[in-house]
C-alpha cells in the first residue's frame, strides 16, 4: 500500500492484533534498516527493541507516518522515500 500524502509504500507481512499505532502512543520496535541495494546500515539486533513516541520526531518521519499505518504487533517492510 501507499500513503498518498508522503509517497510512503509499506508491505505488511504479518498483521498484528491490537488496534493501530495513533500519534502519541509509545511503541517499541525491532527493526533492519537496508539501501535499495540491499546495503544493511543499521539494526536493531544485539541493542534489543527501539522504544519511541510516534509523531513526537524522536525518529525518522517515515517511522512516525508509517508506524501509524500498522496494527500493534505487525511484521511490515516500510520503503521510505529519502526526503522522509
Given amino acids: 500500500e501507499i500513503d498518498q500524502d508522503s509517497k510512503l509504500r509499506y508491505i505488511v507481512a504479518q ?6 499505532a495513533e500519534f502519541g502512543n509509545s511503541v517499541e520496535v525491532s527493526y533492519r534498516g537496508f539501501l535499495l541495494d540491499g546495503t544493511e546500515f543499521d539494526s536493531s539486533d544485539g541493542r534489543g527493541p527501539l522504544t519511541f513516541v510516534v509523531g513526537r520526531g524522536d525518529v525518522i518521519r517515515g ?15 516500510l520503503l521510505i522515500p529519502s526526503e522522509l
Fill in 15 to 20: 498483521s498484528g492484533t491490537g488496534n493501530n
Fill in 63 to 77: 517511522w512516525d507516518i508509517g508506524f501509524q499505518k500498522l496494527n500493534i504487533g505487525s511484521q511490515a517492510l
